[in-house]
């Protein structure tokens, strides 16, 4: 297959022009393959990224497939990462792409993130998020979170490999304060969707240099069509990065 036909379209953006081995050279972590994480992962993959990494212990049950594009009837009950990893293969055979199904935590991080240049987090657990922003600040992997509730979705860019980062912009408990996402709301595929192709397309353009979006949330209101960008802030009294921010002062 023609490569440069392939990626023809996205090469005649200035970014993008002439570094399509440079994707393919990215490796990128994802947790959770469902709503936001399906199409995101998707996304990289038929945009070159060299390899993805999908992450998630889940089978698959049918309240899913009303929003979890990567997914067929056929898939229920069975092992969400694996079919996610069949449907990106089918789309483009380019992309290596390692499924682990299992929940990513303290025993199995290192194994899972050696070598990535990005980890995008896009699960729907809490507690799990916290863990995994703490673990990948403390091996300096950079993260993207993507999370959408009802009608609104928040990205968030967290440059952890420099320190000089986390003493002005904090960690994801800073933003949260631990606080629970909530899950048990209504949600639509295209509501879930948007999140996902945006958090895709921060991705995309961080992984090329484009900082602009680093140590801010992208906030969106999907019922009134409205964004806002703001800026992350470091929590002095964070139990996960207060002492990078005393170390990098």
């Known amino acids: 297959m023609d490569n440069n036909e392939r990626y023809l379209r996205q090469q005649m953006l200035e970014l993008y022009a002439g570094r399509q081995e440079e994707l393919a050279s990215k490796k990128v972590g994802f947790i959770g393959v469902g709503g936001a994480g399906g199409l995101s992962s998707l996304l990289l993959a038929l945009a070159g990224v060299g390899q993805i990494r ?9 309240h899913n497939l009303h929003r979890q594009i990567l997914f067929k009837e056929s ?57 995994i922003s703490r673990l990948a600040l403390h091996h300096g992997l ?21 320190p000089g980062f986390v003493a002005t912009s904090g960690c994801y408990r800073c933003l949260t304060s631990g606080a629970a996402i909530n899950t048990r709301v209504g949600i639509t595929g295209p509501i879930a969707e948007s999140c996902a192709a945006m958090t895709a397309h921060v991705a995309l353009e961080y992984l090329l240099g484009n900082k602009e979006h680093r140590g801010k949330l992208i906030r969106i209101d999907l019922r009134h069509m409205t964004m806002n960008k703001m800026n992350l802030c470091a929590d002095p009294e964070c139990p996960d990065c207060a002492i990078m921010q005393v170390a990098a002062q």
């Open 54 to 62: 999908i992450a998630d212990y889940d089978d698959l049950a049918v």
């Open 142 to 162: 950079d993260l993207i979170s993507g999370a959408v509730s009802a009608y609104t979705a928040l990205i968030a860019t967290f440059a952890y490999h420099d």
């Open 75 to 131: 898939d229920l009950g069975h092992s969400k990462v694996e079919a996610a990893r069949r449907e990106i293969l089918a789309r483009n055979s380019q992309c290596n792409v390692v499924a682990f199904k299992e929940k990513i935590d303290e025993s199995n991080f290192k194994a899972f993130a050696d070598g990535l240049d990005l980890l995008l987090d896009v699960s729907d657990n809490a507690q799990s998020r916290l863990t």
